[in-house]
Nanobody
Framework: QVQLVESGGGLVQPGGSLRLSCAAS????????MGWYRQAPGKQRELVAS???????NYADSVKGRFTISRDGAKNTVYLQMNSLKPEDTAVYYC?????????WGQGTQVTVSS
């Protein structure tokens, strides 16, 4: 049973930075794709950033130039460095991993951007 555990959320002022981490356990195989989704109150969950096993990355337009996703493939760990945070970035951030045969989710971590 693969488990994804997120950490690093919290309260930050506009313009500040946070780094989210997600560690996968329960498998010795390198997970294909890992990424971060977020869901704000009253809104649909959206993909923020993702990376696949060959190193390719993808970002939502709203976070390009501010967020950076990185991965430690040997450890099945993925990070999301979030800079220049805005109030509209406030949401629960979920780590996910997927392929054609599986889809795993973490429990989510709250990120609040407020002065």
């Amino acid at each position: 049973q693969v488990q994804l555990v997120e950490s690093g959320g919290g309260l930050v002022q506009p313009g500040g930075s946070l780094r989210l981490s997600c560690a996968a356990s329960g498998t010795l195989l390198k997970l294909y794709a890992m990424g971060w989704y977020r869901q704000a109150p009253g809104k649909q969950r959206e993909l923020v950033a993702s990376t696949i096993s060959d190193g390719t990355t993808n970002y939502a337009d709203s976070v390009k130039g501010r967020f950076t996703i990185s991965r430690d493939g040997a450890k099945n760990t993925v990070y999301l460095q979030m800079n220049s945070l805005k109030p509209e970035d406030t949401a629960v951030y979920y780590c996910s991993s997927w392929s054609s045969t599986y889809n795993y989710w973490g429990q989510g971590t709250q990120v609040t951007v407020s002065s």
